[in-house]
């Protein structure tokens, strides 16, 4: 295990003792089964767990038909880069109409899916534990994680929250490590770009992966696009609002081929969990007495 005083020298003396609290709640679980996506976060919680534990850390990515084109593949490529043993399962969400029908609690029904995928290869090898890559900055109050509740339920535990270690202390120990994703743009299955209510299909979700294909080709590097029934309605971070109008020409021919009838710029920009602030207002409307 890596002392705070080898790694106080490049990491701030704060992450640098949320990285030894990591190593050592890895050490006392002994062994794991780690959902992985490809993303900083799990990518992380796999390389320390690996570090730590050797063969008895694995990794199960769930294959789904709401992830983007090509991440599961990327996934895989930085784990065999570490040299992690990585099992490959498929998840039916959309079998699940309590999934399809797209109610608020659709990230439950996702994370069950998924975490039951995670206890059943855990099981089939023997293996106690199974973790996800929730963090500090995840549930906060405000948060509308409704996939926490299925975590808890299935006894998921989130050793990266347990250290205390927040997104951007993550970025820096994996900076720190080395990790080839260590500043990839914070991204969400493509269910999340649908308003609470529609109905999500394959057809739509490809529609969708089609359009943001698009906007990775241009090279925006942090983006969502929302679906909004003929409308679709991009995000991009606030500085690349202007390279977006730039490109208006390119983006609505290419949308309007995908299948949307009209194109918008979002003038916010991009802002993760956007989509919940439905939800917000309909509860700041609510009496207080009631919401008590």
Not at 112 to 124: C, G, H, P, Q, W
Request: aromatic share 6%.
């Amino acid at each position: 295990m890596t002392s705070v005083a080898e790694t106080s020298n490049t990491l701030s003396v704060d992450v640098a003792l949320k990285y030894a609290r990591l190593q050592a709640i890895l050490t006392e679980m002994g062994e794991v089964v780690v959902g992985y996506s490809g993303g900083v976060d799990s990518t992380l919680l796999l390389k320390v767990a690996h570090d730590v534990l050797g063969d008895k850390a694995l990794a199960v990515t769930g294959d789904s038909e709401a992830f983007p084109e090509g991440e599961v593949d990327l996934a895989l490529a930085v784990a065999e880069n570490m040299g992690v043993r990585v099992i490959r399962t498929t998840t039916h969400e959309l079998a699940n109409p309590h999934f399809a029908v797209n109610n608020p609690d659709r990230c439950y029904h996702c994370k069950t899916e998924l975490f039951s995928k995670l206890r059943t290869e855990a099981d089939k090898l023997g293996v106690k534990w199974i973790a996800d890559g929730s963090h500090a900055d995840d549930g906060k109050p405000g948060d509308h994680r409704p996939g926490m509740v299925a975590a808890a339920e299935r006894g998921v535990r989130s050793p990266l929250r347990e250290a205390g270690l927040s997104k951007a202390d993550i970025r820096e120990i994996a900076l720190h490590l080395e990790l080839p994703n260590w500043d990839k743009p914070s991204f969400a299955c493509l269910s999340s770009r649908f308003p609470y209510g529609t109905t999500i299909t394959r057809d739509l979700l490809a529609r969708l992966d089609e359009c943001e294909q698009v906007l990775r080709s241009l090279g925006f590097r942090q983006f969502r696009v929302r679906h909004h029934d003929t409308v679709a309605r991009i995000e991009v971070e606030p500085q690349d609002l202007l390279r977006a109008i730039e490109a208006r020409e390119e983006l609505t021919t290419r949308f309007r081929k995908a299948g949307y009838t009209y194109v918008t710029l979002d003038l916010e920009g991009y802002r993760t969990g956007k989509m919940n602030d439905s939800l917000r207002q309909k509860s700041n409307m609510i009496p207080l007495e009631a919401r008590m």
